[in-house]
């Protein structure tokens, strides 16, 4: 019925080598993956972050020129533009911690890779024994 082959020690170490060497080859390939997925979510709100900023800028200054050109009928000029400077960078400031917050978003760390290669080590651990 059953046939039982007899394999060599060094036929076993070579199978075993080579499994190991796959599952490896595995391991880089899913990491691969899970940082290149990160990456473009990454670039995805890098490119949204730009854009907003380079728009945001040119309509702010415009803007800002006008509260400037406002407060010049009130105060002096060099006052009007010190307030205005005083605004704006608050305002910059709250912009930049959206940004800031968006990027924390992100993981370069392969967590189903690390869970994976934890498993298989366990693995080989258990078929060493």
């Given at each position: 019925?059953f046939?039982v082959?007899e394999?060599?020690?060094g036929?076993?170490v070579?199978?075993?080598?080579?499994?190991v060497?796959e599952?490896?080859?595995?391991?880089?390939?899913?990491?691969?993956?899970?940082v290149?997925?990160?990456l473009?979510k990454?670039r995805?709100?890098?490119i949204?972050l730009v854009?907003?900023?380079v728009?945001a800028?040119m309509?702010f200054?415009f803007?800002?020129?006008t509260?400037?050109?406002v407060?010049a009928?009130?105060?002096?000029?060099?006052?009007?533009a010190l307030?205005?400077?005083l605004g704006s960078?608050?305002?910059g400031?709250?912009?930049?911690?959206?940004?800031?917050?968006q990027?924390?978003r992100?993981s370069l760390?392969?967590?189903?890779?690390?869970?994976?290669v934890q498993e298989n080590?366990?693995w080989?651990?258990?078929?060493?024994?």
């Amino acid at each position: 019925m059953f046939q039982v082959v007899e394999r060599s020690i060094g036929s076993l170490v070579n199978d075993i080598v080579g499994n190991v060497q796959e599952i490896i080859r595995s391991e880089v390939r899913l990491a691969k993956a899970e940082v290149t997925e990160e990456l473009t979510k990454a670039r995805r709100a890098m490119i949204w972050l730009v854009a907003g900023a380079v728009l945001a800028t040119m309509a702010f200054g415009f803007l800002l020129l006008t509260v400037v050109y406002v407060l010049a009928h009130f105060f002096q000029p060099w006052v009007a533009a010190l307030i205005v400077a005083l605004g704006s960078g608050a305002i910059g400031g709250a912009l930049a911690a959206v940004g800031a917050s968006q990027i924390k978003r992100v993981s370069l760390r392969p967590p189903r890779t690390i869970t994976s290669v934890q498993e298989n080590l366990q693995w080989a651990k258990a078929q060493a024994k």
